[in-house]
Each structure stands twice: as C-alpha cells, then as structure tokens.
C-alpha cells in the first residue's frame, strides 16, 4: 500500500470520526439552570478595565465550582453560566438549596475581591453594584450538540430559559422557577423546611412565546 493510500485512508478515519462527535444526541428532558450576574452591563462600563477583567472571571469560576449537585456545564457567557442536567431532577429543596449557595458564595467571593483590589478607588463598586439572579427552566426536549468541548444546548426551551433572564421582576437577586419547572415538583413546595423561602408568582409575555408563568424567591443577603 503506498503512502497517498495510507494518507487517504487516515484522513477518512479522521473525518468519519470528526462527524460522530459532532452528531446531536436525542432530545431528551432537562434541567436549565442560568445563574446570572447582576449590575454586570454596569459594571464594565463604569470601571476600569483592569479591574472588571479580573473581577468577573473570578466570580463565574466561583459559580462553577459552588456546584454541588451535579449540574453540567453548556456555556460560560458574559455574565452567566448554562448549566444543565438530564435525567432524574433533584428534589426541589435541594435544587433551591443550591441556588441559595450559589449566591452565598458569589457574595463572599464579593468580599474577597474587594479587599484584595482596596487599593483600586473602584473597589466599593464591587460590593455595591453586582448580584446574582437564577433562572430555573424545565425542558421536555432539549437537544444537546458537541461543539468543541461543550455541548451545545438546542430547542424551543433553550430559548424560553433566555427570555426568562429578561423579566420585569425588580429585585437584583431571586431565585427564579418557570411553570413547566413547579409542575414537576407537585406537593413538594409545601414539604420544603427552609424557612427562608416566600414565594413570589408573576409572569412574561412574548409575541412568539406567548405567556410564560413562573414562581420567584426573593434573596437577600
């Protein structure tokens, strides 16, 4: 065999094997969950560079590593990160609970980098303008695509999960749980024990969507 064979056949090898891994996996059911930096647009635009450069990367690795529950990660954005998860849906305490350390990490972390960037006169701005929000959509066909190293979230529920991020809900913290997510947890909202949870119910309206129902969780901190 000469080498333009040999040469040939590895090449085809190396693109039967780059088309497998990019073929999407069927749709399935699936946990979105968006934690969602606050005051994000703000901030960048009101501190330097230098600061918001490092500040940012900081606080949406603490989000990644405050996971606990398994959650698997789509994205990293801007301001956010897509985390998902298929299959059997963690218990509703414990998926609220999750979201609540979340937050209480995103803060200390707040804190952290305040003291470490004091000498900065914008350091007061780190604590004062930024929080986190969670959004927490149920999808029943959710299609994953391997694009790189990620996996690429597709559907109509992927997008609902984004146009929930933009509510009219005037709080910068809350923990935010659509319709379709409450109907899989029927009775257990009334089992929770953690007393810190008042839930709050409001809705969006969009042209192509129509009305999306959702439950919220004020956060304080």
């Not at 333009?4 to 590895?10: E, I, L, P």
């Not at 190396?14 to 999407?24: G, L, M, Y």
Request: hydrophobic share 35%.
């Amino acid at each position: 065999m000469d080498k333009k064979t040999n040469q040939a056949q590895a090449e085809q090898v190396k693109e039967k094997k780059s088309t497998s891994e990019n073929v999407p996996k069927e749709a399935a059911q699936t946990l979105i969950c968006i934690p969602d930096i606050t005051g994000f647009t703000r901030f960048m635009s009101e501190t330097d560079f230098k600061l918001s450069s490092k500040v940012i990367p900081s606080l949406l690795n603490k989000i990644v590593y405050s996971n606990e529950i398994g959650l698997e990660i789509s994205e990293i954005e801007g301001d956010a990160v897509l985390f998902y998860k298929t299959g059997e849906l963690p218990k509703l305490e414990t998926l609220v609970s999750q979201c609540k350390k979340f937050q209480t990490e995103f803060h200390k972390q707040l804190h952290k980098l305040k003291a470490r960037y004091s000498a900065s006169p914008e350091a007061d701005k780190i604590t004062s303008m930024l929080g986190l929000k969670m959004i927490l959509h149920f999808g029943k066909e959710v299609g994953q695509v391997p694009v790189g190293k990620r996996i690429k979230l597709i559907g109509e529920d992927v997008i609902t999960a984004h146009l929930l991020l933009k509510n009219d809900i005037e709080l910068d913290e809350y923990i935010l749980l659509s319709e379709d997510l409450m109907d899989q947890y029927k009775g257990e909202r009334e089992k929770m024990s953690l007393d810190w949870v008042q839930w709050e119910k409001d809705h969006i309206e969009d042209p192509h969507m129509g009305t999306i129902d959702f439950s919220f969780i004020p956060l304080s901190h």
